[in-house]
């Protein structure tokens, strides 16, 4: 909902609703513009001065978007709900907006009011002048006679006024002229760069082009225009030699004009472009010393009068392309934006230089002009890329080992002549073929391409024959590895003096060695790993964050993390959803344990000195409004609140918690841990009949039945670690052993998920010293090495077995991994199955949809789907079905979150296209339990074949 509201006249309120973003016919006078969203969050303009017949633009940004409140949430209720209504109902609801006031108002407290006039320096006044309190956010504009009023706290002495295109200036409020004249910035600008032919290597783009469209024809700077429209035309370029013939280079439709004067009237011009520069020469030779204009006409030349075909003949090719490896393209990007802001200098230029990326395709340019008396102008033209010969490479994003495909070489030719040309294919420099042959129209080749390297760079490159002249294009395709990724580990800790042999499959790689004389070395080791996981949900986010924070307190480590702590709290406060929670992705729908989770990271954030956007007020009452509506209520829900507001009094609610019957160990020792936070006495005597012991000695606690990853055995173990240590009088005892059930958890199945391991990291990092080295310490490894500094990392290859010897007291915590690579995975038969198929035949160009069966034997929650797709395809798509918490897609693979998954079939659908003929290899599907990745199951490696369209000739 957008909303401009007039300041002169408080009964003036337009809305535009849906996807309308232009008012018209608005009456003269300063206005404010509000963009409400259907959450509440909003984005406020400053004021606008607004002129008959004028033109005005809004610079908008995403990063301004504030955060919803209560008035905007009641005006987008208002404005919503006056839809259909009669006019007095609207004019009610006028008065009611006029009541209601957007957060960050103006300043009203007592000051110094300061009022004046912004001029320019003949006098004029400025309409729309910043007037900024410095070293405040605190401001105003200028009105239609440049005068403003503001008033100025006490701690503040200086105003800064400033407008675009003028030098800024800044006064002390006791020394503030009545009238403020501020003067043009004629600062010096670069000239424009693009080149004639409109796309080429950096090294080559050095030459000025302004464009221009027939209602602006004899304005252009730098061109001389004789003659009206409709009559016959002289055009020139100023600045050419005094001696000789200073006429230009015509280029008329792609073709040379040979004549020194041409005649044409202005109203049969499409476009016009002019060039002139040293680069100009480079192009188009010795011809164009005097410059360049390239014309386009509407209706062709042969439509033009008195203009004779044998005056136009085919440029000659530009002698910047001479060098093969300069006329290569390798940098490709679709994207190419610029937003200067610049000013015309004392002859009324303005230039600026930049470079388009290597894609040649059309590039749109939009020119906004604004004078000293606040007139505004707007043109749009285009630089249309052009050249007579080009190559162009068609390949994949990727490839697998053994795919077989044809690369795809095509040469367009843009000026209708014969010619003899050669082209070739190289692979990593190698030549591949090379051939030559007369073309006149449009070219394909095609390169069969299969291999198993790492990585492949191909190139198509095109001759001209006896003129020297280069074209084509160099892509890097990366292969990726037939197989999938397996992962085995083996840890233990050696005590006193001792040795330990442990045994390997050599065939699984080589063995990864990590050895660690302190605890906390491995726990740090644990959570830099976490900042890596390449998953961004709100849980992973507020994982992330609590990770860093902990690694900032970390004095040996070298990064400090303030920015990755920054990021995620934009991240996290963003992803608030209109319930004032968190889900699982984004904003879905609130899920208890993640909202905790992520207001404990928060606080956390909060506590160490960062400061946190939320809105605890509205997050509290709604957290209330859970707990009081619930006949069992959470108690993720009464720790959110608890950490939200300590001196909250949760009694009630708590009562009626622990009142409820259905506990299972989980329930309780939540409850518990919340009970203790609240000051109340707790004791894990009442749950000793759920504990169990380890073969090790280490103590955890279970039901057998608690469902869900977070009422696992961990979990309570790492809940019940938690309550013991935060007990007036701890069981020491206990909480070793509970320590001990921890530290085989970690190291029995690895740091399994982004959830627990930071939860396990804060239950022992505590305790650990900071001291990582110890001369009296040391381990060999097979006989062959001595280690004494800690911790210390390698890598063993052809180890079927490995025995360490350890020396001295202290413990030592020795970690051995293997990641296999499996190029023959088997299809999994267990709990989990998967199968990945297609709808039709791939052909290429026609679209299909690549259908994932995924079997379950039980109902799972928290799921992670990984759906690799054909090198040939592309994405005809890119969809978030409903029922998904989140897809990502990348250009090789699709992940698919899901929060639940009921037992029985499901099927998954992917749009694509197949581009490419050929054979693919498809890796793999796999879905996995994201907080137990240890349960997962997975489809085998299939052949699939793209083939061309039967109803479709090709060259």
Not at 670 to 687: A, F, I
Not at 749 to 770: C, F, H, P, S
Not at 892 to 919: A, C, N, W, Y
Request: include cysteine; hydrophobic fraction near 35%.
């Amino acid at each position: 909902m957008t909303i401009l509201k007039m300041q002169e006249d408080p009964n003036f309120i337009l809305s535009l609703s849906g996807n309308s973003l232009q008012a018209n016919r608005l009456p003269k006078g300063t206005f404010a513009l509000y963009m409400i969203f259907e959450d509440g969050q909003y984005l406020k303009s400053r004021p606008i001065a607004l002129k008959r017949n004028g033109q005005n633009l809004l610079r908008l940004k995403v990063e301004d978007i504030k955060p919803a409140d209560e008035h905007s949430e009641a005006i987008y209720k208002m404005l919503m709900n006056s839809h259909g209504k009669s006019i007095e109902e609207k004019q009610e609801t006028i008065k009611k907006i006029n009541t209601t006031q957007l957060v960050e108002a103006q300043f009203t407290m007592e000051g110094v009011t300061i009022s004046g006039i912004v001029t320019d320096e003949v006098g004029e006044p400025i309409p729309g002048a910043n007037v900024i309190i410095k070293g405040s956010n605190i401001g105003t504009v200028t009105n239609f006679s440049g005068a403003y009023s503001i008033t100025v706290p006490a701690k503040y002495t200086e105003l800064e006024f400033s407008f675009i295109g003028y030098k800024s200036k800044t006064h002390s409020i006791f020394s503030i002229p009545s009238s403020i004249r501020l003067a043009l910035d004629e600062r010096k600008l670069e000239e424009v760069v693009v080149i004639g032919y409109g796309s080429s290597k950096k090294s080559v783009v050095t030459g000025a082009v302004s464009v221009i469209g027939p209602q602006l024809q004899g304005r252009i700077a730098g061109v001389q225009v004789n003659g009206a429209s409709g009559a016959d035309t002289i055009i020139r370029i100023r600045g050419g030699s005094s001696s000789g013939s200073n006429s230009p280079l015509f280029i008329i439709d792609g073709k040379v004009y040979t004549g020194t004067e041409l005649p044409i009237s202005s109203d049969q011009i499409a476009s016009l472009t002019t060039l002139k520069d040293p680069a100009s020469t480079a192009i188009y030779g010795s011809r164009a010393a005097h410059g360049v204009i390239i014309i386009e006409t509407k209706g062709g030349v042969n439509a033009i009068p008195g203009l004779k075909t044998e005056d136009l003949e085919s440029p000659a090719l530009p002698t910047a392309f001479s060098d093969p490896e300069s006329a290569l393209r390798s940098n490709f990007n679709d994207v190419a934006f610029w937003q200067p802001e610049l000013v015309t200098d004392q002859n009324g230029k303005a230039t600026f230089r930049h470079t388009f990326p290597d894609d040649l395709t059309k590039w749109n340019i939009h020119v906004v002009g604004l004078d000293e008396k606040m007139r505004s102008g707007m043109a749009s033209s285009s630089i249309k890329s052009f050249k007579p010969l080009m190559g162009q490479l068609q390949i994949p994003e990727f490839l697998v080992a053994e795919d077989q495909l044809k690369a795809i070489g095509q040469i367009n030719s843009l000026n209708g002549d014969t010619f003899q040309i050669k082209r070739s294919f190289s692979i990593n420099g190698k030549t591949q073929w090379e051939k030559s042959q007369k073309m006149r129209e449009d070219l394909i080749d095609s390169l069969d391409i299969s291999s198993k390297a790492d990585t492949l760079k191909i190139k198509y490159l095109v001759e001209k024959a006896g003129e020297a002249y280069f074209d084509g294009e160099e892509k890097t395709l990366r292969v990726k590895k037939l197989g999938m990724q397996e992962s085995f580990g083996q840890f233990a800790f050696l005590q006193a003096n001792e040795s330990q042999t442990f045994h390997f499959d050599v065939e699984k790689g080589p063995v990864q060695y990590a050895v660690f004389a302190n605890e906390a070395d491995l726990l740090i080791d644990a959570l830099e790993k976490t900042m890596s996981y390449p998953f961004n949900c709100n849980e992973q986010m507020a994982t992330k964050l609590m990770a860093a924070l902990t690694l900032m307190k970390w004095d040996s480590l070298q990064y400090d993390y303030k920015k990755e702590v920054k990021n995620y709290l934009q991240k996290l406060t963003k992803n608030q959803n209109s319930d004032y929670g968190w889900g699982w992705w984004g904003k879905s729908p609130t899920s208890s344990w993640v909202n905790e989770h992520v207001i404990e990271a928060l606080s956390m954030a909060e506590e160490n000195g960062f400061r946190v956007k939320w809105t605890k007020e509205k997050m509290i009452d709604q957290q209330l409004d859970l707990v009081l509506r619930r006949a069992y209520p959470k108690p993720e829900n009464l720790m959110a609140l608890h950490r939200l507001k300590p001196d909250l009094n949760l009694d009630a609610p708590l009562a009626i918690s622990s009142n409820h019957k259905r506990k299972n160990i989980y329930q309780q020792l939540k409850l518990m841990q919340v009970q203790q936070k609240l000051g109340k006495d707790v004791s894990l005597d009442s749950l000793k009949a759920y504990q169990s012991t380890t073969l090790n000695g280490g103590i955890y606690y279970t039901d057998h039945s608690s469902r869900g990853f977070y009422a696992g055995n961990l979990k309570c173990s790492l809940l019940a670690l938690e309550i013991e240590k935060n007990q007036a009088q701890p069981n020491q005892e206990l909480i070793e052993k509970l320590q001990l059930f921890i530290w085989e958890e970690s190291q029995k199945e690895g740091w399994r998920n982004t959830y627990l391991t930071i939860q396990m990291v804060q239950a022992l990092l505590d305790q650990k010293q900071k001291n990582t080295t110890n001369a009296a310490l040391s381990i060999s490894l097979n006989e062959e090495a001595n280690i004494h500094n800690f911790p210390a990392r390698g890598q063993i290859n052809n180890a079927s077995e490995i025995k360490v010897q350890k020396q001295g007291r202290l413990p030592l915590m020795v970690n051995f991994h293997q990641d296999h690579w499996n190029p023959a995975p088997i299809a999994s038969t267990g709990a989990i199955q998967l199968n990945s198929q297609f709808d039709a035949p791939l052909i290429a160009g026609l679209s299909t949809k690549m259908i994932v069966t995924v079997s379950m034997e039980k109902a799972a929650d928290f799921i992670l789907l990984t759906v690799p797709i054909p090198a040939g395809c592309t994405y005809e798509n890119k969809a978030q079905p409903l029922g998904e918490s989140h897809r990502e897609y990348y250009h090789d693979q699709v992940f698919i979150s899901l929060e639940h998954l009921e037992k029985g079939e499901h099927h998954f659908e992917i749009d694509l296209l197949p581009r490419f003929v050929g054979t693919y290899h498809l890796l793999p599907a796999k879905l996995e339990l994201m907080y137990h990745p240890q349960i997962y199951g997975n489809d085998k490696i299939k052949k699939v074949k793209i083939i061309a369209d039967p109803n479709i000739t090709t060259l």
